[in-house]
């Protein structure tokens, strides 16, 4: 955020920068003690079929079919919704610290925290569409 920033003629330091858009991480912290309850009872529930390391190597597909096994798609489903929110409220934490951390207009803090939130939140969504 702060090589993103530095387009917009962001100026102040990148101590300053990475103190203020730390922040931005609290929400993942609170999305992690409402999630890993729930997967960890899913996968504490669930009763594993008996698989070989030898069938897996064969078929990567039974890797992704035990993953489903494991948690229900309403339990991934639900976690990408939750995370959708936190992600959001991340947005707006790292908005306003890109703001008062580079002294940058509302707009432009916007977009420097927007470019890495939205390519973060593609490669999470690739990776659970994978799964799916």
Not at 4 to 29: A, D, K, W
């Amino acid at each position: 955020m702060h090589g993103v920033s530095s387009f917009f003629n962001g100026e102040g330091s990148f101590r300053r920068t990475f103190e203020f858009t730390g922040y931005g991480f609290l929400p993942s912290l609170i999305g992690a003690i409402i999630t890993t309850p729930v997967s960890y009872y899913c996968i504490s529930q669930a009763q594993l079929p008996k698989i070989s390391p030898s069938q897996l190597v064969q078929n990567p597909d039974i890797a992704k079919t035990l993953i489903t096994y494991l948690l229900p798609k309403s339990v991934v489903y639900s976690n990408l919704i939750i995370n959708l929110a936190l992600t959001a409220w991340s947005l707006t934490i790292w908005t306003f610290a890109i703001r008062h951390a580079r002294e940058i207009e509302l707009k432009k803090a916007f977009t420097t925290a927007l470019i890495p939130t939205l390519l973060f939140g593609a490669h999470q969504i690739w990776n659970i569409l994978k799964i799916l």
